[in-house]
């Protein structure tokens, strides 16, 4: 007799589907053991559980991992699939004696095993109908599988089958194979997790019954066993064994994902950054401790699930937030959930927090936000900005700041600028050092912050440079450089010290836009105008300085390469003796021969060779060129050497000068060195140290021009000088201006109680010569008695009139 499930050998043509559905569970029912079946269906169940996790975990990894993690899901999934299917054949009873094929059995294995792991691997594909083809593979190695299974199923009897329910169960297999997948890759919820699970139980066990409702067997009775109870008793212990890998693979799959899962927890809620993950409907998916601390909300009212609306809303109301401006905020998440493209914000808020959201959209709608306190990085961006752009020592706007202000601050209600330089500021730096040095610049810029009007910003360009921009007061500028230069003189107290400096202020002022460089450089001139001129002066930027400055600026050029083209020459002016007008020496007088422009006078080219730099060449060559020539001359001779202060500010005056002696074999008795006045009161300490090495040589020293700069008993004390030259602006008026003839008179005396001697220059005529004769004075020069002339000129009259001084003196009158 033909066996068939009882209930499909009653089924006739026509029969509809439920009537089909019937003889399914029929043969469910009345052919199976049902506690086997119910173990299968465990087994299936458990299996696909853990397919579905395992293959959620492998399409969500981005790596060369992903192939190792589809090989393990396709090897559960083969294993659930192969295990649910002989679980359910030992519970089937045919009626007759049974067996299994072992290679067969084996081999419906690995085809379960490679055909899923081809359709999960194209399922992970990126591609749109990737997920439905990869379930129709699964599918179709879920039907492979079981009619393998089937060709290795030994029944005694004639076995035939029912093409209507094979057909049926390959479709339930790879419609419900499809129909998993595509929900799988579709969301990696709980939801599409628990459908997906059952979906593929549907696939696995309907392809099962449904083909076993196909099955057809018409028992045969043959002498002896047909079946073999040890077959039986491996395949059972085969079914128990993969059955644990099914169990392990879950547990394993489990147990990752709880690592992971712990780990991503540990990570969201150790992130610096405040995240929370908004799903389509606009709830809350996910979210971190760190997003409420940066808004300073309570953890208490956060909660999944909650409406964005009411998260911005609590973030509003501790804010401050009108009710529409929470409104307009969440307006705009749902303008960036619309985008494609990651949006980045900045939100100031009142308490001065900065907060930057970035928002990233999913593909299946809302978005990911992340939350980043840029409070502390912002202001560190202030301080960085302040620094570049004010002088970290007196706080004022420093050079960078000045040249973008000039720039944009032209405008047709005029601009004035100040140039501000501190005077005998490197004085009192070298004197009480660099520390008490910059408490005189903090000061310094207190003081013009006072001065400084509304309209008006002071900068520290550097040293002891400093500027003022005034905008739109242009005849309030000179007024203001005044009162600058005023506040300057007053004493500056640093610790237990007094300093008293002073500035110069240049002013350049414009009604009209010009180009920043001019203005500056106009206000420079004027600058340079007042330093020259003398300190604590106010110049304002005149019409022919920029012609002035050019000049200087060729002299400058010029100046460089004067020496080695040998353009310079000094010229000698004869020094008598009072009363006999006997010659003692003479003053050298540096000239300079320009090929284009002649003979220049040293009152031109000197104070620029002192500002270029050049003068220290210069004084050495003079050095060097006066020792030179005196050594030609008769040894009861000397020359007195005109020295800036700029060389006397140098130690390497003195090597100089004693090099020069030994190089000409000179006493030092024949070089006298002339200083001024004021080159005493800059630096005067390295002044008196120079001098003191001067005396050491044995050289002689002279105050120039004295009486007319800053005159002091305590200079003549303090330096113990060797010779007062009286300057020209008194010995013009001798013996005519009693007042003269007192100061010359008081000089002189001085000069006699001290033990200095004294030398009158500038004497024009016998009477200005009588004049100061009577008053005492022990040497004379001027026009009177001599010219200045070249070297040549004076070695032709030595050498005519070697002891006729006064031939000599009258040559020496008669010569340019």
Known sequence: MLRQCRWAALRRPGDGSAKQMMTILACIADDHNAWLIMLAALVC?????ATVRLFNRAAATRSTEKAA????????????????????????????????????????????????????LIAALELRFAPIVGGLVVGLAIVVMHYTGMMGYRVQGLVSWDMNYLVASIIVSCGFSAAALQMLRADRGKASTYGGTALLVLAIVGLHFTG???????????????????????????????????????????????????????????????????????????????????????????????????????????????????????????????????????????????????CRPLPEGGAILTYEDMTEAREGQKRIAHMAYHDTLTGLANRRLFSETLATAMG???LALLMIDLDRFKAVNDKFGHNLGDEVLVQAAARLKALARPN??????????????????????????????????????????????????????????????????????????????GRGRVETYRDGMMEEAAERQFFEEELIHAVERGQLELYYQPLFALPGRRLKGFEALIRWNHPDRGLISPADFIPIAEACGAIERIGAWIIDEACRQVGNWPRDLYVSINVSPIQMRSPAILTQIHQALESYGLSPRQVEIEI?????????????????????????????????????????????????????????????????????????????????????????????????????????????????????????????????????????????
């Open 456 to 533: 008006s910003t002071a900068f520290r360009l550097g040293g002891d440079e400093f500027a003022i921009i005034l905008e739109g007061e242009v005849e309030a500028a000179r007024g203001l450089a005044h009162d600058i230069v005023a506040a300057m003189t007053a004493p500056f107290a640093i610790g237990p010290h007094i300093a008293r400096i002073g500035c110069s202020v240049g002013i350049a002022s414009t009604l009209a836009e010009e180009d920043p460089s001019t203005m500056q450089q106009r206000a420079d001139l004027a600058l340079y105008k007042a330093k020259n001129q």
């Open 212 to 358: 076993m409702t196909a099955f057809r067997v018409e028992p045969m009775l043959v002498d002896g066993a047909f079946s073999n109870p040890a077959a039986l008793r491996a395949l059972a212990i085969a079914v128990a064994g993969v059955a644990l890998v099914i169990v392990a693979a879950g547990l394993a799959s489990n147990m990752i994902d709880d690592h992971a899962r712990a780990r991503a927890a540990d990570a969201l809620t150790n992130m610096s950054s405040g995240l929370v993950m908004v799903s389509a409907q606009e709830r809350i998916t996910l979210y971190n401790r760190r997003a409420a601390e940066i808004f300073g909300l309570e953890q208490a009212n956060m909660a999944l699930e909650m409406k964005l609306g009411d998260f911005l809303g609590l973030i509003g109301s501790r804010a401050g937030w009108e009710p529409s401006r929470i409104r307009r905020v969440l307006n705009n998440h749902r303008v960036w959930f619309a985008k494609d493209t990651t949006t980045r914000v900045e939100q100031e808020f009142e308490d001065g927090r900065v907060v930057a959201v970035v």
């Open 412 to 414: 047709p209600d005029g």
């Open 45 to 49: 169940v458990a299996g696909s559980w």
């Open 69 to 120: 993690w589809l090989l393990l899901t396709a090897t559960v999934t083969g294993a659930a699939i192969w295990c649910t299917h002989f679980v359910a054949m030992l519970g089937y009873d045919p009626g007759t004696p049974i067996g299994f094929d072992p290679v067969l059995t084996i081999i419906s294995l690995l085809v379960a095993m490679a055909g899923a792991y081809l359709g999960f």
């Open 676 to 816: 001024t006045e004021t080159a005493m009161v800059d630096n005067s300490e390295q002044i008196a140290a120079t001098l003191a090495g001067f005396r050491a040589l044995g050289i002689r020293v002279a105050i120039d021009d004295f009486g007319t700069g800053y005159s002091s008993l305590a200079h003549l004390r303090e330096f113990k000088v060797d010779r007062i030259k009286i300057d020209r602006s008194f010995v013009g008026t001798v013996g005519h201006d009693a007042s003269a003839d007192a100061v010359v008179r008081a000089v002189m005396g001085i000069a006699r109680e001290l033990s200095i001697e004294t030398t009158a220059e500038g004497i024009e005529t016998e009477q200005q010569l009588e004049a100061l004769v009577k008053l005492g004075c022990g040497t004379a020069q001027g026009y009177l008695l001599g010219r200045p002339m070249t070297s040549e000129r004076a070695g032709h009259l030595l050498e005519a009139a070697p002891s006729n001084i006064l031939a000599f003196r009258l040559e020496a009158n008669s010569g340019t």
